[in-house]
Each structure stands twice: as structure tokens, then as C-alpha cells.
């Protein structure tokens, strides 16, 4: 596998993990989209798929923790969703398309396609590719799920593509990152791993080779002195924002 040039923005911005997000202003919202933008960072955000196949920025395959509903996600349509607000506030969920007209290419976004083992991944890959075939930003989609950079690097090898790892995290993906053969068929340009596993031989090993190598969720001082040290761009919030 021979990796191709990478744009030099992925590394050189810090990324605010799903916006900037704080009391009164909820995760994956506009307004934690405007404030990463007006601190002069990029966005991480997270995309599940409506019941009517619309991609929307939205992190939990339940309702109920952002916005006191019950249910899946994926049961409801996309403007039954935009019909939530997010708990505590005047904000809801939106379609991706409405994050992509806000944000406008005035930061870089980073959009993790959310899967499951089992999950029919590949139709959220193709309606975000879609979208993103017009979007004129500099943009990134990356998954824990290998199958998400494999469709891009099959059917839209345009738009950069990563492969989100982790061994200390439960969600049915642990150590795919490290498996020689998931990264050959998946040909990821970029690895995120979680922070927790950044001294792992094969995170470093990926970096001597020059390929960038994301880390996330700093969350802390000692976690972001540790991204530092050991990663090319982090992904951070709350305390582990410089």
C-alpha cells in the first residue's frame, strides 16, 4: 500500500471533538459548530442515518441522553428529528447537509461515520459522499468500521479517508486498526486512535512511516500532553482544549 499525498491541513489543525461543546451548548450542535470556528479550530461530528436515509450529525443510536426521547435514531425520519431539541437548549439535531451549508469551508471537518458490526454502513457511506461530492471544504471521513474506508477508496477515492482505532474501548472494532490486513483492504490515509492506546508499537510504527496519525478524546492536561508527544493533530475537549 502506498500512501498518497495527504493535504496539510489534516495535520495542522487541532479539532473540537463533536464542536465545541459546553454547558448550554450540546455536542454535534450548530452553535458547538460556531464555536469551533470562532476559536479557529476544526470539527470532529458524528453521523447516524435516518429512517428516510438523510445523514444526520447526531452521535448516540438512542435518543434518550441527548434529547430525553425514547427510541433508536435510525426510527425516525429526518424531520422528526429536527424536530428534537437538544436537552436543555433551542438547538436539534440536522442533516449533514445543513452542517455543510453552515460551516462553509471555514474550518476543516473531520465526519465519523458511526457502525456497528452487522450495520448497513455502506448506505450512510454513500449518502454522505453525495453530499460531500459538492462541498468545496477541506473535509475527511473516517469510521472504527474498515468497510466505511473501503467504500470511499472503491467508489469515491477523491475524498480523504481514515480508520478510527481503539483497544481500550468496547464498540465491536477493538484492534481492527492493528490488523495488517484490515489496513491493506482499507487503505485508510489516516489513523485516529484513541488516546489511551497512542504508545502502542504499531501506533508509532504507523507514524515513522510519515502517515498522520490523529488522537482522540484529550480530554486532560496529561492526555494532551501525551496526544502531543505522540500524535500529528488532536481531537479535544473540555479541559484538554490548549
Not at 73 to 96: F, I, K, N, Y
Request: charged letters at 25%; one cysteine or more.
Amino acid at each position: 500500500m502506498t500512501p498518497r499525498p495527504i493535504p496539510d491541513w489534516l495535520t495542522g489543525w487541532e479539532y473540537a471533538h463533536r464542536g465545541l461543546h459546553k454547558e448550554g451548548v450540546p455536542e454535534n450542535s450548530l452553535a458547538a459548530a460556531e464555536g469551533a470556528i470562532a476559536r479557529e479550530m476544526g470539527i470532529e461530528c458524528d453521523i447516524q442515518r435516518s429512517r428516510d436515509d438523510h445523514p444526520i450529525v447526531f452521535h448516540d443510536w438512542e435518543l434518550e441522553r441527548l434529547t430525553g426521547e425514547t427510541g433508536q435514531t435510525a426510527d425516525r425520519a429526518a424531520g422528526e428529528l429536527e424536530a428534537l431539541r437538544l436537552l436543555g437548549t433551542d438547538q436539534r439535531p440536522v442533516r449533514l447537509a445543513t452542517f455543510l451549508e453552515m460551516v462553509a469551508g471555514r474550518v476543516p471537518l473531520l465526519i465519523e461515520i458511526k457502525s456497528l458490526p452487522g450495520y448497513d454502513v455502506e448506505w450512510t457511506c454513500a449518502s454522505v459522499a453525495w453530499l460531500l461530492d459538492t462541498y468545496a471544504g477541506a473535509v475527511a471521513v473516517m469510521s472504527f468500521d474498515p468497510r466505511v474506508p473501503i467504500w470511499f477508496t472503491e467508489n469515491a477515492p477523491a475524498v480523504l479517508r481514515g480508520l478510527v482505532g481503539t483497544d481500550s474501548f468496547e464498540n465491536g472494532f477493538e484492534g481492527v486498526w492493528r490488523d495488517p490486513a484490515a489496513l491493506a483492504e482499507a487503505q485508510p490515509d489516516f489513523l485516529a486512535i484513541d488516546v489511551r492506546d497512542l504508545t502502542r508499537p504499531e501506533a508509532a510504527a504507523w507514524r515513522a512511516q510519515g502517515r498522520p496519525l490523529l488522537t482522540w478524546t484529550v480530554r486532560s492536561p496529561e492526555t494532551r500532553a501525551a496526544g502531543l508527544a505522540h500524535a500529528d493533530a488532536l481531537i479535544a475537549e473540555g479541559a484538554g482544549l490548549a
